[in-house]
């Protein structure tokens, strides 16, 4: 029987990621790093207590869809439950936005800044998606840089990981990118 908490890693078309789950939502989501060694230990920072484990159904659905997406399927993930308990009411705020861009999609640090009331908040919503423990489920990676191109990422790759991501999307990225109202 499956633990009500727990984490495991798993492939995707970009590499090993993680995920790690509590009794009814997600606690973490983790692309992936150099190695599993550093996928587990950067999915499991803040995490220590959970054991590795077999995942629940309801887990398991959402690696499947995770794995989808990351394969070219166009599915938002907004249905899958995440725990935001510790995660600062700013960067709730700024995940809830980034939820709402659909695959193929993008936004700029500057938009998702006017869509929060606050127009001169770009750089804090960049510091907000650098610190996001639940992509690509909350997709940071839909979030661009609005005159340089890409902007940054965090995840194992930087960049180059990011449009990646875009690509397998069939995201336009620059002048002609795909922005929604």
Request: hydrophobic share 45%.
């Amino acid at each position: 029987m499956a633990d009500p908490s727990g984490f495991a890693l798993f492939a995707t078309a970009i590499g090993r990621c993680g995920i790690a789950w509590g009794e009814h939502a997600l606690v973490g989501v983790q692309l992936p790093e150099s190695n599993d060694a550093a996928t587990r230990a950067r999915l499991l920072r803040g995490l220590p207590q959970l054991r590795e484990s077999e995942p629940p159904p309801w887990v398991q659905l959402a690696i499947v869809r995770i794995q989808a997406l990351l394969n070219g399927l166009q599915d938002d993930l907004a249905d899958i439950p995440l725990d935001m308990e510790g995660v600062p009411p700013f960067h709730q705020r700024v995940y809830d936005i980034t939820r709402a861009i659909p695959p193929g999609r993008t936004l700029t640090y500057g938009e998702v800044a006017r869509r929060l009331g606050d127009p001169a908040a770009a750089r804090a919503v960049g510091q907000a998606l650098g610190h996001n423990p639940f992509a690509p489920v909350v997709p940071c990676h839909r979030v661009l840089a609005a005159h340089s191109g890409a902007g940054g990422f965090s995840a194992e790759g930087g960049v180059a990981t990011k449009l990646r991501m875009l690509e397998i999307e069939k995201a336009q990225v620059g002048s002609e990118r795909g922005l929604f109202d």
